[in-house]
Antibody, heavy 122, light 107 residues
Framework: EVQLVQSGAAVKKPGESLKISCQGSGYIFTDYWIGWVRQMPGKGLEWMGI????????RYSPSFRGQVTISVDRSITTAYLQWGSLQASDTAIYYC???????????????WGQGTTVTVSS | DIQVTQSPSSLSASVGDRITITCRAS??????LNWYQQKPGKAPELVIY???SLQDGVPSRFSGSGSGTDFTLTISSLQPEDFATYYC?????????FGQGTKVEIK
């Protein structure tokens, strides 16, 4: 079964660092891109960035560039999203998703992780 | 960034109704448009890719159309399990922006 399994919920204080994970299984991890999506409480989906797992290409949304870091450890088929200094406004659910190439330049997020809830509060 | 605007933001419908949701891009995106369904407390699921292609396992009552800047998602006969929030997403360029969502509620 193709799946992405994310790390558990995190409760942090402002200024703390955090790294959440997304482990893929059931498919060739390095053949795909992995993307990250934020959903703030009661709000819509926000595209944060994607990384090509088989190479070094990482693309960030301007809204998130410099605020988060996307990385991958191919040896354990895991992608990461990390913060150096969290703020209360980072409170949200974060989803990872596999980006599939449907041909002719069409891409879609076809497999999603279950989401990681991050709560930042003093 | 390419902006994508969905309408309506919410709608009320009954089981068996035909509904249509619209997505408009701020510039041409050819057919690089996806639709996702999200139920409360769950991760989104891909429903339509490349504007009109049905993702594996999605019922045929779902359909998508459009090209350029204007796109639609249609559910031909609404079923109880279809009540959810739907998002469009453009994959033409990064950042791959989402629409603000359309909540489909039971009338």
């Amino acid at each position: 079964e193709v799946q992405l399994v994310q790390s558990g919920a995190a409760v942090k204080k402002p200024g703390e660092s955090l790294k959440i994970s997304c482990q893929g299984s059931g498919y060739i991890f390095t053949d795909y891109w992995i993307g990250w999506v934020r959903q703030m409480p009661g709000k819509g989906l926000e595209w944060m960035g994607i990384t090509y797992v088989g190479g070094s290409d990482i693309r960030y949304s301007p809204s998130f560039r410099g605020q988060v870091t996307i990385s991958v450890d191919r040896s354990i088929t895991t992608a990461y999203l990390q913060w150096g200094s969290l703020q209360a406004s980072d409170t949200a659910i974060y989803y990872c998703a596999r980006q599939r190439d449907y041909g002719s330049g069409n891409w879609g997020m076809d497999v999603w992780g279950q989401g990681t809830t991050v709560t930042v509060s003093s | 960034d390419i902006q994508v605007t969905q309408s309506p933001s919410s709608l009320s419908a009954s089981v068996g109704d035909r509904i249509t949701i619209t997505c408009r891009a701020s510039q041409t995106i050819i057919n690089y448009l996806n639709w996702y369904q999200q139920k409360p407390g769950k991760a989104p699921e891909l429903v339509i890719y490349a504007a009109s292609s049905l993702q594996d396992g999605v019922p045929s009552r779902f359909s998508g159309s459009g090209s350029g800047t204007d796109f639609t998602l249609t559910i031909s006969s609404l079923q109880p399990e279809d009540f959810a929030t739907y998002y469009c997403q453009q994959s033409y360029s990064t950042p791959q922006t989402f629409g603000q969502g359309t909540k489909v509620e039971i009338k």
